[in-house]
Structure formats: C-alpha cells, structure tokens
C-alpha cells in the first residue's frame, strides 16, 4: 500500500521529472483521516522508499505519577532518548530517556509557579505483533517506563528556577536578551514554556521555547548558558514593544500559544532545525483553518552553539482540516515535533486537537508524522519575510515566489486496526470525548532511535508521546493541590520505521 503524495512532495517530483509544480495550499481533509492497513504501508518520495513498518507498542504512566519535584507528572511535551544508553536485552530495548514537561498546569484564569525540569526515565521495550490484545490499559505494557527519581531544573542565567508563570507584558534582561518575566512574582526570573529538547554531545541541551518562540541552550546542570532569539517575523511585537504575553494575540511575529514548539539536532550535532507551531499573525488571517503556512529555522551551530540568525528559513504548509463538515476547513493541524534526519529532510508531527482530554466530542480528524525535505525549497534567510514582517501569505494562499518544503505522510497515527491491536480507539462520541483507552488528544514528542537490526540497517524504532496536560483528579502543583476533572495517562507509542538517508552520528 502507498501513500499518496502531498502538494509539497509531488512538486519536488514534478520539479525533477518537468511537469508543473503544484504550489500554493496546504493538503486538505474534509473527513477523518483515519487508516486501516495492518501491513508495512510505503511512501515514495524523491525516488527513494520509506516504509511505516506498524506499531509494536504502547505505554502508560498513571497521570496520578509525581515527579522527581513532588509535582504531577507533566509528561511529554518533548523527549529525549541518551543514544549512548541505548542497547538490546534479549527481545527488548533498554535506554534512559528524559521527559520534557511544559509550564505547568494551567486554565484560563490560573498559571503555576512551576520551575522547568527534565525528567529522567528507565525505558523497556518489548515489540509484540501479535493478534488482537484485550480492550483494557493492562493491554497498553510493551512499553514500560520507569521514573528513577532523577531529574534536571531547568534554571535562568542568574541562577534562579524558571516559571511557568505567564509573563504578561514583563521583561527582564539577563545575558543581554530581553526575556519573557512575569511582574509582582517574587524575583524576576525568567518565565519559560518549554516545548522541545535536543542534547548535545557535552551533555548540555536546547530547548524550544513557546513564549519568546526562541531557543535557549542550557548546560548539563540545567543552567541557561545561550540563546537564540526570535527572528523579527516571529518576534511577538505588541504596539512596537515585545509583550510574550500567551493570553492575547500580539500584532505580528508568533501566535500566542503557537511559539517554537520544535526543535532537534541533527545527528552529527552540526545543524539544528526549529519550527514555528503554526503560522505568524502576519501570515495568517486569524481563522483556525488559515494557519497552515508556519516557518522552518536551520542554523549553523557547528562553531556557534547560538547563532543569533538561521542559514535557512523555508515555509512548511500543514494540513487543514473541516471539524464541523460544513466543507470549510476549520482548524490546521498544527506542528507539535520534528527529528532532524539530516541537515535537510526531518520528520514532523502534525496534528488536530481532538481527542482524549479535551471531554469534547469533535471527532479525531488528523495526527500524522510527515517526512519533510527542503530540497528545492525557497530560502528566505536574510530576506524581509524574516528580517521584517512581510507576509509569506495571504490567509491559506503562500506568495507564489515561494517554494514549500516537499512533504510525504510516513505514519498515520489514527490507524484504527493497529490502535486496536493494542485495546486502544478513536471514539470521542460516546462517552463524549472518549475514555481512557481513546487516543488522547496532544501528541508532542518524538525520538528516533537505530533497531539495532544488522540485516536492515536503514530500520529504525521511532517513539510518539503524548503531553497530558498534567491532566489527573489528584494533582499536584507547586503551592497548592487540584482536580482536573479527568485522568489523562502520559502515553508512549512505538513505531518500526524504514528511512534510508539518516545522518550517521
């Protein structure tokens, strides 16, 4: 079986082969996107063949699980697995892995004094392809993390432990950068919502930050030690003035609550990728269904671990979905992750917010895993669509001096035959917004790693999890204890994938 092609992906054919390219809009879906192939399904893209070998397993962390803080369990809103960890027992892989948590839990009128982490897991995993299992959590134990009671604060460049308080409109200046700070919230340190991680050889590590929509670098103790600002398209600009504020829209740059939801290394450490959630305001024209054409930042870090401009910035367009089957596309599958394969094809994680968690009907229309090349992409690095806030679009429609990055569908996450090989399901309407055993809603982090398989050198096992939100009818906060109503487990899935191509360490 084949995946068809998106637009971006048949125009780097049609560029190699003559035809006229297909620019100009982001693939649309009218209806559930939902697959049933219980087989390997292949993407030809560029000639080359990749191949979604299934799912081999799933995992489960309570959302009543405390963190190494004593606060609940934030999961995943990145992940990091330590490759030198890595190794086969048996019929199992074993590695440590690191959970990246966002701010904290927060509602619409209520944000936590919640200090940034890693959190540092045992991994176990045991592939099964077997026939049906049972429709119960128990059925959800191929994957078995274990917490090790171990962690890493993430604290500012004074010393002091991050927030996930919202900023408003305070600053603070602290290694030269003006950076998100809440005021009145005891000392000024810096507020960040962190959203994707990265390490790097020495230990130290990036992560993608969703209030500047910037990077910070930290070293191997946690401690800020770089960062790579925002460029001025993405700069959340309020009246002239940078407000990183996640409550009200700013005027141009990033979204709010749509910032640098992504960012990896590639494997030789040289290059790291970063993309914008969604698209800028400047971008889009505010409706859910015209955010589709987001920003991807390469930059040079072999000689400087923070590059204050990227050396390539191309446009990825992300799918558009119709929630309501009025045929109007209402929603875009924002961006949630990538994995850098080289120092121009990554994979990327495009996704709807429906789901478990949400306690909403809407049915689940779109989570897929893209492979994303930007060969024969336009580079706008230097250029006014970067340097200032020109728009690369008009609602959905891109200027047609831009060329996409190619993009090819690897994996279908809403795949209903294999999901329920595993107990699992795509029901929101019954209950309404599903159980425990539906897919939940946010799915955020993404870690690649060899199969270890000397006869396929090329496979690889991929991880998805999912950020619950910090969801749990028990929870714990700095200062003060909550019920989120529901009970959303910090789930794991496991992928066998075929991607020839990938960067050697």
């Known amino acids: 079986m084949r995946h068809f092609l998106s637009r971006g992906a048949y125009a780097a054919i049609a560029l190699l082969a003559g035809l006229p390219p297909a620019f100009g809009a982001s693939a649309e879906y009218g209806s559930a996107h939902v697959a049933t192939a219980t087989g390997p399904v292949t993407l030809e893209m560029g000639g080359v063949a990749y191949v979604d070998q299934g799912l081999l397993g799933v995992g489960r962390v309570p959302a009543s699980s405390l963190d190494f803080m004593g606060t609940t369990l934030g999961s995943f809103s990145g992940m990091a697995i330590d490759p030198a960890s890595w190794r086969k027992d048996g019929d199992a892989y074993v590695a440590t892995l690191y959970s990246l948590p966002d701010r904290g839990y927060n509602t619409a009128d209520r944000y936590s004094d919640y200090p940034g982490r890693l959190v540092q897991f045992d991994l176990r995993f045991t592939p099964y392809a077997g026939a049906d299992l049972p429709a119960e959590v128990a059925s959800q134990s191929q994957i078995v993390l274990t917490p090790t009671g171990k962690g890493v604060t993430l604290v500012d460049f004074a010393g002091t432990a991050t927030t996930g308080f919202d900023p408003d409109a305070g600053i603070t200046v602290q290694d030269g950068h003006s950076l998100p700070s809440p005021e009145g919230e005891g000392p000024r340190q810096v507020a960040l919502d962190a959203e994707a991680v990265a390490f790097t050889a020495d230990g130290g590590f990036y992560v993608g930050d969703e209030y500047t929509a910037g990077i910070y670098l930290f070293d191997a103790d946690g401690k800020m030690a770089?960062?790579?600002?925002?460029?001025?398209?993405?700069?959340?600009?309020?009246?002239?003035?940078?407000?990183?504020?996640?409550?009200?829209?700013?005027?141009?740059?990033?979204?709010?609550?749509?910032?640098?939801?992504?960012?990896?290394?590639?494997?030789?450490?040289?290059?790291?990728?970063?993309?914008?959630?969604?698209?800028?305001?400047?971008?889009?024209?505010?409706?859910?269904?015209?955010?589709?054409?987001?920003?991807?930042?390469?930059?040079?870090?072999?000689?400087?671990?923070?590059?204050?401009?990227?050396?390539?910035?191309?446009?990825?367009?992300?799918?558009?979905?119709?929630?309501?089957?009025?045929?109007?596309?209402?929603?875009?599958?924002?961006?949630?992750?990538?994995?850098?394969?080289?120092?121009?094809?990554?994979?990327?994680?495009?996704?709807?917010?429906?789901?478990?968690?949400?306690?909403?009907?809407?049915?689940?229309?779109?989570?897929?895993?893209?492979?994303?090349?930007?060969?024969?992409?336009?580079?706008?690095?230097?250029?006014?669509?970067?340097?200032?806030?020109?728009?690369?679009?008009?609602?959905?429609?891109?200027?047609?001096?831009?060329?996409?990055?190619?993009?090819?569908?690897?994996?279908?996450?809403?795949?209903?035959?294999?999901?329920?090989?595993?107990?699992?399901?795509?029901?929101?309407?019954?209950?309404?917004?599903?159980?425990?055993?539906?897919?939940?809603?946010?799915?955020?982090?993404?870690?690649?790693?060899?199969?270890?398989?000397?006869?396929?050198?090329?496979?690889?096992?991929?991880?998805?999890?999912?950020?619950?939100?910090?969801?749990?009818?028990?929870?714990?906060m700095p200062g003060y204890t909550y019920d989120a109503g529901l009970d959303n487990d910090t789930t794991i899935l496991a992928f066998r994938v075929t991607i020839p191509g990938v960067q050697k360490p």
Do not use: C
Not at 258 to 264: D, L, N, P, S
Not at 314 to 321: A, S
Not at 381 to 389: D, F, I
């Open 226 to 476: 770089g960062f790579i600002p925002p460029v001025p398209a993405l700069a959340p600009m309020t009246g002239g003035k940078l407000n990183y504020n996640s409550k009200k829209a700013p005027d141009t740059g990033r979204r709010n609550n749509q910032g640098m939801e992504a960012a990896a290394l590639t494997p030789d450490g040289k290059t790291l990728i970063a993309v914008l959630q969604s698209a800028t305001m400047q971008d889009s024209a505010g409706k859910g269904g015209e955010r589709g054409n987001t920003r991807v930042l390469v930059y040079d870090v072999s000689s400087d671990p923070t590059p204050q401009a990227p050396v390539g910035h191309y446009v990825l367009q992300l799918p558009l979905v119709d929630t309501k089957g009025d045929g109007k596309m209402d929603k875009t599958a924002a961006q949630s992750e990538v994995v850098a394969l080289n120092d121009h094809q990554f994979l990327v994680l495009a996704r709807d917010s429906a789901g478990y968690g949400t306690e909403k009907a809407t049915p689940i229309m779109y989570k897929s895993i893209l492979l994303a090349d930007t060969t024969g992409a336009t580079n706008l690095a230097g250029t006014e669509y970067e340097t200032g806030t020109k728009p690369i679009s008009e609602g959905r429609k891109l200027d047609p001096a831009i060329t996409p990055v190619a993009t090819g569908e690897l994996i279908n996450l809403l795949n209903s035959a294999q999901l329920a090989r595993f107990g699992m399901n795509l029901d929101t309407a019954a209950p309404k917004g599903g159980t425990t055993l539906t897919l939940s809603e946010k799915w955020e982090a993404m870690s690649l790693m060899p199969a270890l398989d000397p006869a396929h050198p090329d496979d690889y096992i991929l991880f998805v999890a999912n950020d619950n939100d910090f969801l749990a009818t028990k929870g714990v």
